[in-house]
């Protein structure tokens, strides 16, 4: 639509248009809107006449701003218009002014309107007077048109808009919706079921005001189609709201439905406005309910806010916004200004966009509800059911021992102002305390800790956590608290301990603070007292130790007292001690066994610190003791005399003096045995001995028993487990030692005791005599009896040993290459114990065998014993385990598999070996040696045949030697798959003997089984999709062969192009390419190669190949399908043709392909028309024969352009179709009629008559040539008495078309001009579809045929044949005057047209009629032609039967007209003259006798109409007697 259509269109429904006003203003005629027009505007005048003589500025008395001519209607409209139907409308200028204009009006030339009568003539108008302008429109379509005329007078120009108002579509919303009462804050709709009710798809949008919307906001809608449309009522504030629902359709017009409603608050509320929670600990948690009751009808949707209306969140979320721009912003700067940027730039609000941006997204998002550390609601947002409750559950968590306040608000829909609700709450601190709050410690003494406990209380249910404040002052510097801090679970108590240690003497009192969290004031804790000094003595006068032994320790006891209220701390030491190390007690003596280490000892340089005192320091409470312990441990002969010396701190150092006095004394000790003899000794064997010790004095002593020196090549050792020890005062000690024999014969050796605190050691002598040991040999004899060949057997020979030591022996067989052997053959038997050898016998022939057995023991002489075996068996054996099973395993079927082994004679004879399967006959001997394992073809052995073993043995007969090795081969093949169970036999002659006796049974199993392969994936399948901007790449797919079966196998790939088959670096495998193995359970990586390029074409196509996967060992094969998909841009056009047919001259036809995006890719196409000259022709072809000319009133006019709409699918039309056209064609008879109806209607409005208002045209009748041919013979009818046969005067009528289109000239066309493509561009995403418009131009006579081509960016080209043909309608009456004659008045005349189409195109014809009667019936004086509609084709002839009844007397001259297409109609005349039958004197008679003749002549079928035809008659025959009655007389 231009853009002066839609200022019009916006202009004529400016004001609010109700959806049934448009309607009813829609469905309006051109007539009906042109009598509905009384309401008169003045035109604007457009550019004022300056022309000051004139007689109207002189005399005019009309508004200079406004014209002095009125038009009526102000504005022409046509409507409800019919394409290719001429409408007309007239305009009445009136002239308003006192004084006569000359009024000329102009219009622009325009293909669809034209004025009646010559353009720019001018007419004058007298003062009050109207002219009368007649405007015809001839639409081509039924669309908007716009168009206007321009009036011109002497005084001024103004413009007169023609508007011809197209298809329109209308949506029947109703004119008002009214929602009534409805709940605030809550969404109320309302569903509107909304119909297309106009004549045309409608595009819409639909719009509203807040608190109304609408969904959906836009759409379109076919004809007829119905759609749901639902109106929403949310509105934010109580009272009365109103709107408008406007429906902005795309031709201009807006409709506005009213939409009225009342938002009221609903019956929803809180049960109570203030909830006061109990008083709370801190960090605990306390709760409350409160209700929410919805008495309403809604479903009430609630949230919990922090403030009371939306402004203040808006203002929250301002701040927010605010603080994060300030963050963002600091951060930029604190960025730019480390990298010396300059602030200033403007670049730094891009960086900041983003980040702020997000964060900005995050708190628009944010609901805002309440989020409260001290107050919480649970729900924070819910539903409400129609009257139901809500329980909302209020937590109050204090942080703080104070008291807390805060309003909390409910938004609820339902309710206009958000609901308060007071939450209030104290939140309570830890309840501690001390036990007491003031120590008095007293006095007490300085320089002591003195510790106290102080108890800190809870009595609360929360933790208290406490710390102890620092203190400033010196004295509170000495007390020390533990812990200094801490948490007091609830209920329970802190233990405190207090430690005091003063330095500083006097009274004091000390206030000690202690910070409790989240306490108001701390808790305090007061010390007081006073500090004094420490007073002590010994409770003996002197330590007397007397006499003390060497090295024996003696400890005193003394009790230090401490008799003052402070700690003391005391050093305690012997200043007349040695100062080396400490002196040696005789228990670390007895560890040191050394006499070398004794005397080192004792000659020490510096003298041994003797003394110890324990403790040597420490510090003695207050009134309180300290027990000392002083030992002496003498390592010096001789008298003490010496002084224990106190040093303490505060009194002084040698404070006190406690004496000390001792005498150390060495025992004399003696061995009661100096000499041990023990008699004859086994050589290297231990005996023990004990040597007395006495000691007769009144000390204990320490002694020694000195390691022996130069054992090595001593003939006797000794030792002692226990060489030191203690003997008391007058007591005896007897010291054991263990003695071993090195030497045979008489040992003398002397071993050394020493004694501690004695410079030389005691001597003890030792004596013996050594011998050699006694072994026992049983049995002497060993039967072995019947023993298997080549196995041992073994027997046990007994070695016992009688004596003490241990004996060495060797046992050795008599013979060489002997069948037996010992096992040990040599060891030790130890001392009375007994020591078993194995002797084994291993037999190599089936005879019987005897040896002697030699057995050596040292010191003793040589024993021989006897031995006696049979061997019994075979000397035959495997290198492999062949019996009693063998197990193959698996093996493939339809392969040979073979197990190699070898056989040995290990026997001392030769022997001859056959080979035999149970239950079969014996193998046939020969030489084949077998295929070689894995081999396939001419070296494979046959599949065995039924009845046959499995299993056979290669050779199957052979001779062994002894020793000789032999190499024997199993071999077994199966064709199916199944589990092998066979025994097989060996039987052997040995030596020179003829039986032969069986050696070996062989169970042999083996599993034969078809390769199994996993493969992943089971199919492939490549799709690609070539974009226009893409290059086609290799695509590569991973398969995975994995061996399931038990064995090995080898496979070859097969694949034809357009794939491959490629290695796991995705090179291809070579034509020639080795099998390649792969390993039981193992994979193998390939890739699968699709060259999507195979194809040099940009048609999507489909391949489907099969991977063959084939086995070196098994003939089965694996297939794996491999798909490849590769996609272009493409379209799926339904035809390659389209052809238009023939069409009327000088109008286009258009036809409509559904084109579809068939791919998976966006296509853009682009249409072209092929230039090449050979294969598109456009030529004209002649016109249809002349006949006579004509007049021209009686040729067919039609309009210069006509538009039809077909589909490609759907070319032809039905002859409905056809004959409804024809019907509306024939309408525009009555246009002219219609067109001075209205302006007849028009003028009434007018309050004075029009005397100069122009007469109506009439048209003259057509004259007929009278020199056309005679009708035919056979077209005539005959009736009862007279002839109805038409008379020679009928004449057949010319040819009638458009003839002038042969006297055109032909233009040169181009393709464009003659064919037309919509669009010519686009783009299709995948799957859609747009139809595609191509439109052909029928210039006169031509014939086309072009091939316009779709270009597809990055895809094909597709080519689409165009061909059409225009003509003109041309057909031919036999006859246009049917002249009957003298003919019976009361019988059905008939005769007989002939149609005939003369031209190259089909046309429809309508024989138009408002008659009811029937062909059997037809009524009086209206004739009947049957058919009287219809569709002839190019060549073909209609014959129209013509019936008409006279019913009355004398001459009858009547039409009727045949409309084919849109030509003018042919009218054909019936003429004649009723007249009576033959008249009698008997009336009924003749009547009878007539009725008679008529049913023989014209033997009429319809038989039922016989009653009806004599009824007639009768009527008729009373009124012919009447009349001859009259003319009688």
């Known amino acids: 639509m231009s853009k002066g259509i839609s200022e019009t269109l916006a202009g004529f429904f400016a004001f609010q248009l109700t959806p049934s006003a448009f309607q009813k203003e829609m469905s309006l005629s051109t007539k009906q809107r042109l009598a509905r027009a009384k309401k008169l505007r003045l035109p604007q005048a457009v550019q004022p006449q300056d022309k000051p003589g004139t007689s109207h500025h002189k005399f005019s008395a009309a508004d200079p701003e406004q014209s002095s001519i009125q038009p009526c209607p102000p504005e022409v409209v046509f409507q409800n218009y019919s394409p290719s139907e001429v409408c007309e409308v007239p305009l009445v200028l009136r002239n308003r002014d006192k004084v006569p204009h000359l009024v000329k009006v102009t219009m622009k030339s325009s293909p669809y309107f034209q004025l009646v009568g010559p353009n720019d003539a001018c007419r004058k108008v007298p003062p009050g007077l109207y002219m009368t302008v007649r405007i015809l429109f001839t639409p081509g379509q039924k669309k908007d048109y716009f168009h206007q005329l321009l009036c011109t007078t002497e005084r001024e120009e103004f413009i007169v808009p023609i508007r011809a108002i197209g298809a329109r579509a209308i949506l029947d919303f109703p004119d008002q919706l009214d929602f009534s009462e409805c709940p605030v804050k809550h969404s109320t709709q309302k569903t509107l079921l909304v119909r297309n009710v106009g004549n045309r798809t409608a595009h819409y949008q639909l719009s509203t005001q807040s ?91 609630f949230q919990w806010k922090a403030v009371a209306t939306e402004e203040q969140e808006d203002q929250l979320r301002l701040r927010r916004y605010h603080g994060i721009y300030q963050q963002q912003r600091q951060k930029l700067y604190g960025f730019l200004k480390e990298r010396e940027v300059d602030i200033t730039c403007q670049e730094r609000l891009a960086l900041l966009n983003h980040t702020f941006q997000s964060k900005v997204a995050k708190i628009r998002g944010d609901p805002m509800l309440l989020d409260n550390d001290i107050f919480s609601l649970r729900p924070k947002e819910g539903e409400i059911r129609p009257n139901c409750s809500a329980e909302i559950s209020v937590f109050f968590t204090p942080q703080a021992a104070q008291v807390y306040e805060r309003t909390v608000y409910c938004d609820i829909s339902g309710r206009e102002n958000r609901l308060p609700l007071l939450l209030t709450g104290e ?39 406490f710390k102890l404040i620092p203190p400033t002052t010196a004295m509170g510097s000495c007390f020390t608290f533990l812990p200094q801090e801490g948490i007091v679970a609830p209920e329970k108590l802190q233990v405190i301990r207090v430690s005091f240690c003063p330095t500083i003497r006097g009274e004091f009192e000390e206030e000690f603070c202690f910070h409790v969290t989240e306490s108001p004031k701390p808790l305090t804790f007061t010390v007081r007292g006073s500090v004094m000094g420490p007073t002590f003595h010994f409770d003996v006068p002197a330590l007397h130790f007397g006499d003390v032994a060497f090295g024996f320790p003696h400890t005193l006891k003394c009790c230090l007292f401490n008799t003052s209220l402070t700690p003391m701390d005391f050093f305690l030491h012997v200043p007349g001690d040695g100062l080396g190390v400490p002196s040696v007690d005789s228990s670390t003596q007895t560890g040191k066994p050394s006499s070398q280490s004794q005397r080192r000892e004792v000659q020490v ?85 004990k040597v007395t010790l006495v000691n007769d004095s009144d000390f204990p002593g320490s002694y020694c028993l000195l390691p022996q020196e130069h054992k090595e090549v001593a003939a006797v050792w000794y030792s002692s487990p226990a060489p030191a020890g203690i003997i008391e005062a007058h007591s005896s000690v007897e010291i054991p030692i263990a003695l071993e024999a090195q030497l045979l014969g008489q040992c003398n050796i002397t071993a050394k005791l020493a004694v501690f605190g004695r410079e030389s050691p005691l001597e003890i002598r030792l004596e013996c005599v050594c011998q050699g040991p006694v072994v026992a040999v049983h049995p002497r004899e060993i039967n072995f009896g019947s023993i298997p060949v080549l196995e041992d057997r073994s027997k046990t020979l007994h070695l016992a040993n009688q004596c003490e030591i241990p004996a060495t022996f060797q046992v050795e067989m008599a013979g060489k290459r002997s069948c037996w052997r010992i096992e040990p053959s040599k060891g030790v038997v130890p001392p009375n114990s007994e020591v078993s050898v194995a002797v084994i016998a291993n037999l190599n022939d089936t005879v019987k065998f005897q040896e002697k057995v030699k057995v050596f023991i040292q010191n003793n002489p040589v024993t021989i014993i006897s031995l006696q075996a049979v061997g019994i068996g075979t000397t035959v054996v495997t290198d492999k385990t062949l019996v009693p099973k063998l197990d193959l395993k698996s093996c493939f079927s339809f392969s040979p598999c073979f197990y190699h082994f070898q056989l040995t004679n290990r026997g001392r004879r030769t022997q001859r070996l056959y080979w035999s399967t149970e239950g079969f006959r014996t193998f046939r001997r020969g030489s084949r040696a077998p295929a070689r394992a894995g081999t396939k073809g001419r070296g494979a052995p046959p599949i065995p045949r039924p009845g046959s073993p499995v299993f056979k043995v290669w050779p199957v007969q052979v001779d062994l030697r002894p020793g000789q090795t032999v190499d024997m081969v199993l071999e077994g093949c199966s064709s199916t798959v199944q589990e092998v169970k066979e025994r097989l036999l060996c039987h052997a002659a040995v030596g020179k003997e003829i039986t032969k006796k069986q050696i070996l049974q062989v169970d042999v199993i083996c599993n034969f089984i078809c390769p199994g392969v996993q493969m992943s994936p089971r199919a492939i399948a490549f799709r690609v999709e070539k974009k226009p901007s893409d290059a086609l790449t290799l695509q590569y797919q991973l398969l995975t062969l994995k061996n399931t079966s038990s064995l090995p196998f080898s496979i070859v790939l097969d694949l034809e192009q357009p794939f491959l088959v490629c290695n796991v670096n995705q090179k291809p495998l070579p034509a020639n390419s080795k099998p390649v193995r792969v390993d039981v359970g193992k994979e193998l990586h390939l890739y699968i190669r699709f060259n999507p390029a195979y194809k040099n074409s940009k048609i999507s196509w489909v391949v489907k190949k099969v991977l063959r996967v084939s086995f070196m060992e098994h003939p089965h094969v694996e297939k794996v399908p491999v798909r490849g998909e590769v996609y272009f841009p493409n379209l799926h056009l339904p035809t390659k043709a389209v052809d238009f047919g023939c069409i009327i001259n000088d109008t286009e036809q258009v036809l409509h392909m559904r084109m579809t995006n068939c791919s998976p890719l966006p296509v853009n196409y682009h249409w072209s028309f092929l230039t090449d000259s050979q294969v598109n022709t456009i030529r004209f072809i002649p016109s249809p024969p002349k006949f ?27 002859p409905e179709t056809m004959q409804d056209s024809a019907q509306e064609n024939s309408a525009q008879e009555n246009s002219a009629q219609e067109n001075s109806v209205l302006e007849d209607s028009f003028l009434e409005d007018f309050d004075e008559e029009d005397p100069a208002q122009e007469d109506s045209a009439q048209e003259d009748s057509a004259q007929e040539d009278s020199d056309q041919e005679p009708a035919d013979a056979e077209h005539s009818l005959e009736t009862e008495g007279l002839s109805s046969t038409p008379g020679a005067s009928q004449r057949p009528v010319r040819m009638r078309g458009l003839s002038w289109f042969s006297e055109m000239e032909h233009p040169k066309l181009g393709m464009q001009e003659v064919f037309d493509v919509r669009p010519l561009w686009g783009e299709l995403q995948p799957g859609e579809s747009e139809q595609v418009t191509f439109t052909f131009f029928g210039h006169a006579n031509i014939v086309a045929r072009v091939r316009a081509l779709c270009h597809v960016q990055g895809g094909p080209t597709y080519e689409v044949v165009l061909a059409g043909e225009a003509s003109c309608p041309s057909y031919q009456l036999d006859v246009e005057e049917i002249d009957w004659g003298l003919q019976v008045f009361n019988k059905v005349l008939k005769a007989q047209v002939t149609l005939w189409n003369t031209g190259v195109m089909e046309f429809t014809y309508v024989v138009p009629s408002s008659s009811t009667g029937t062909a ?71 009547l009878k006798e007539e009725e008679e003749i008529l049913q023989e002549e014209e033997k009429n079928p319809e038989e039922e109409e016989k009653e009806k035809d004599e009824s007639a008659v009768t009527i008729c025959g009373d009124g012919v007697t009447d009349a001859v009655t009259g003319c009688q007389s």
Not at 441 to 455: D, K, L, S
Not at 1188 to 1213: A, D
Not at 1432 to 1444: E, R, S
Not at 1460 to 1486: C, D, N, Q, S, W
Request: aromatic letters at 8%; charged letters at 20%.
């Open 1416 to 1486: 059997a019936k037809p009524l009086p004086g209206v004739p009947v032609v049957v058919p009287n509609a219809g569709f002839l084709a190019p060549g073909q002839k209609q014959v129209f039967k013509v019936y008409y009844l006279p019913g009355k007397l004398g001459v009858f001259h009547k039409t009727f007209q045949v409309h084919v297409a849109h030509l003018e109609p042919a009218e054909i005349i019936l003429k004649g003259k009723g007249t009576f039958p033959g008249v009698t004197k008997y009336r009924p008679r003749m």
């Open 427 to 465: 939140g309570l601190g830890p309840r501690v305390h001390f036990h007491f709050e003031e120590l008095n410690i007293g006095e007490v003494f300085v320089r002591v800790t003195h510790r106290y406990e102080a108890y800190l209380i809870n009595n609360g249910p929360i933790e208290a956590l």
């Open 211 to 301: 608190p109304f919307s609408v969904i959906p906001t836009m759409g379109a809608l076919d004809v007829g189609d119905a759609v749901q449309v639902a109106v929403e009522f949310q509105p934010l504030k109580t009272g009365d709201h109103s709107g408008s629902l406007v429906v902005h359709y795309d031709t201009g017009e807006d409709t506005h439905t009213s939409l009225h409603a009342r938002a009221v608050d609903a019956h929803i509320g809180l049960d109570r406005n203030t909830v006061t929670l109990e008083k709370t600990y801190i960090s605990m948690s306390n709760s409350a309910t409160v209700l929410i009751h919805n008495r309403s009808d809604i479903t009430a949707r």
């Open 1188 to 1214: 006579k000319p004509q007049s021209p009133k009686k040729k067919g006019v039609f309009p210069w352009r006509y538009s039809r709409t077909e589909s490609v699918e759907e070319l032809t039309e039905t």
């Open 605 to 689: 340089l510096r003298r041994p610190r003797e003394f110890t005192i324990s403790p040597c320091s420490g510090t003695v409470r207050a009134l309180g003791s300290q027990d000392i312990k002083v030992t002496l441990c003498p390592n010096t002969a001789g008298e003490y005399k010496l002084e224990l010396v106190l040093d303490a701190e505060d009194v002084g150092r040698k404070a006190f003096a406690l004496p000390l006095t001792a005498r150390c004394i060495v025992p004399p000790l003696g061995v009661l045995n100096p000499v041990l003899e023990l008699g004859h000794c086994c050589l290297k064997v231990f005996y023990d001995e």
